[in-house]
């Protein structure tokens, strides 16, 4: 099952880090753009190569030091079928080293879209699992959790994001007195038991921001069997502290995913004075070796087991 990879890949790298590779083309190290235009032209051509020379050095530099890559869609679809073709290649050539691929493309609609949306992407095989929005109802996911199952791939369902504004809807109180997030969480650990692997838990996982650690808290005991993807580490402000409660007591139960902080490590004030632009890839190993080590840690302060 896929759960069971996933879990398999972080126990064998020794990490629960997952890289985002959501590129942008005015922040891409100047060399690469012009190896790009000299190839392709100055023009959506060779935004689509730089795009994706720049994810395959940074795939290059993690992908033996990490279980997975997720790739954001919107980064790519800006380019039209240029970008298109990015998101792809970077997505096979991932997984030709072995690397899970998440698709982040938060599709939700309803069940007739649906079932394109998902034909699109879990039934490729250059995907392991995407991530969908739930909050149109039970039956707009439903298509993506039946392919899920049947082509043997993971689905991450939206229940706590991580931006500021998720309080506008998800923080509201139902007239059954809980949180809109916590009536989307018990929907989805109900429909995760479909789905259970060996360790025990389910390809049919949730988004949970790693900026909100009261609620992660509180949905790690009412998701008991959903694994978390924990976006907002990092540059959103998520700190090794927040994220603690997304893990279980044997230190499983979630993958953080950090993009900018690691992909554009080299700009960073703790990174910029090591790392030359010619040398974003080894700073963004770099951070993902100390973020590893600082999760790690942490989840040996918590008395938990590390990775």
């Known amino acids: 099952m896929f759960i069971d990879r996933l ?49 395959k050095g940074i795939i290059d530099a993690v992908y033996d030091i990490v279980p997975a890559v997720k790739i954001q869609v919107a980064f790519y679809e800006a380019y039209g079928i240029e970008g298109f073709k990015a998101f792809f290649k970077t997505a096979e050539y991932a997984k030709s080293l072995g690397l899970m691929v998440i698709a982040d493309v938060k599709r939700g609609d309803i069940q007739e879209v649906a079932k394109m949306y998902s034909k699109a992407y879990l039934q490729n095989q250059l995907f392991d699992a995407i991530t969908v929005n739930p909050y149109m109802g039970e039956d707009t996911i439903m298509p993506y959790v039946e392919d899920a199952i ?70 790690r005991k009412e998701m008991p069997n959903c694994f978390f993807l924990v976006p907002g580490y990092g540059a959103q402000g998520g700190t090794v502290e927040d994220i603690m409660d997304c893990f279980d007591e044997n230190g499983f139960g979630a993958i953080i995913n950090s993009s900018r902080s690691v992909i554009y490590a080299y700009q960073t004030p703790y990174w910029k004075d090591v790392y030359s632009e010619y040398e974003y890839a080894q700073a963004a190993r770099a951070e993902v070796i100390l973020m590893t080590g600082m999760i790690n840690n942490g989840l040996v302060k918590r008395k938990y087991i590390a990775c």
């Open 7 to 55: 879990i398999e890949n972080i126990k064998f790298k020794k990490s629960p880090v997952v890289v985002g590779l959501d590129p942008r083309i005015e922040m891409t190290p100047k060399f690469i753009k012009d190896t790009a235009f000299k190839k392709r032209g100055e023009n959506i051509e060779g935004v689509g190569e730089a795009l994706y020379l720049f994810n």
């Open 150 to 219: 049947k082509y043997d791939k993971g689905i991450f369902a939206l229940v706590k994001t991580s931006n500021k504004g998720s309080k506008d809807i998800q923080d509201i109180k139902t007239t059954m007195g809980e949180y809109v997030y916590q009536s989307v969480a018990r929907m989805i650990n109900r429909i995760s038991n479909s789905a259970i692997g060996k360790y025990g838990y389910s390809s049919i996982g949730a988004v949970v921001g790693a900026t909100y650690p009261e609620e992660a808290k509180v949905l």
